[in-house]
């Protein structure tokens, strides 16, 4: 049976826990024995107040004196941001015992302590706008990725709010467990909570499957549905925590294409379709594809199709433009859509 721990905060949202705990207190192994167990601890033993001002909880163990066999650190999200005097000295003790635990869980602004602590550095975590600006100030070397929900990086796995909190349970249940169990963990609520079932369309299968995709899959899709971002190599590597070489090497493995080809022929696609629209005027086609300038796009589409955009745009129309150096890349973008 594996111990969970939950690390009790001040004004820590004791509702938001509710079905993240629930969902693990109902996960059976195979032999229908519960595979769980959870406790608590904070700093001191004295009794916390709960974000909600009728709740008020005492941990079970101060956590200077709590177990040591602990398998999974669960670090709830506060409605006040910024770290309170004991929450620095829980991640203190975090930084300490931090390396002998498998697994540290963090909701919300529960990331903030693990990242005190010193152990986000390097790693890339899920945070909304208002922690990942906090965490820029307590650990830089932290990397965001604004593309997801619930991310796992390292021993850390992160949510970027206390509203995905079941969606994280069931995808720890899942690497624990396996598939079967997180989905009889989902039917369980679905059946109990029957308004709950929109939230969990196709058997809960995309809330526990979110964090599935290879870091060279999340960078097409990323890439797909933002073609006019900042898509350079380093960038797109401090994503997913790796190296630029390691990044080009996996990339090139995988899909047979460099990072930048995918690039370009994802942005030349998104160029293409709102050229087929006949909407906006080619300069903004060009900014808005991540292409650069209009002169640039035109020597782009020059060189690929043997047409700049303006012809382009005239002879998309006819059947035989459709032919096979067009056809992949309104396959890339349908993906996008």
Known sequence: MRT???VLRSNCGMLDLASFVEALRSARD???DASYLLTTCACGQGSLQAEEPWIRVQAA???????????TLILPNCSV?????????????????????????ALGNGLLLAAH???????????????????STICDQTVVDPNYDLHKSGKIW???GPAVGLSLALALIEEDLGYDAAMDVSQRFTDRFPDMRPRFANGGANLV????????ERIQQWVIANPSADLTVGRLASMVAMSERTL???????????????????????????LRSGERKIKDVARLAGLGSQTNMRQLFISRYGHPPSEFRKLEAQPAMDDENIVPFRRALSARL
């Open 117 to 135: 602590a010193g152990l986000t550095r390097g790693l890339t975590v899920a945070a909304d706008s208002n922690v990942g600006e906090r965490l």
């Open 4 to 6: 969970v721990m939950i």
């Open 61 to 71: 163990h101060d956590i200077t004196s709590a177990p040591t066999d602990i398998d």
């Open 209 to 216: 499957n979110g964090d599935r995709r290879s870091p060279v």
């Open 248 to 274: 080009s090497r996996t990339f090139k493995q995988r899909t047979g294409q460099t990072v930048g080809d995918f690039v370009l022929s994802v942005r030349l696609a998104y160029a293409c379709e709102m």
């Open 30 to 32: 195979p032999n229908g």
């Open 158 to 160: 992160s949510a970027r």
């Open 81 to 105: 941001s910024a770290l309170q005097d004991q929450d620095v000295e829980c991640s203190a003790v975090l930084a300490r015992r931090g390396a002998a635990v498998r697994r540290i869980v």
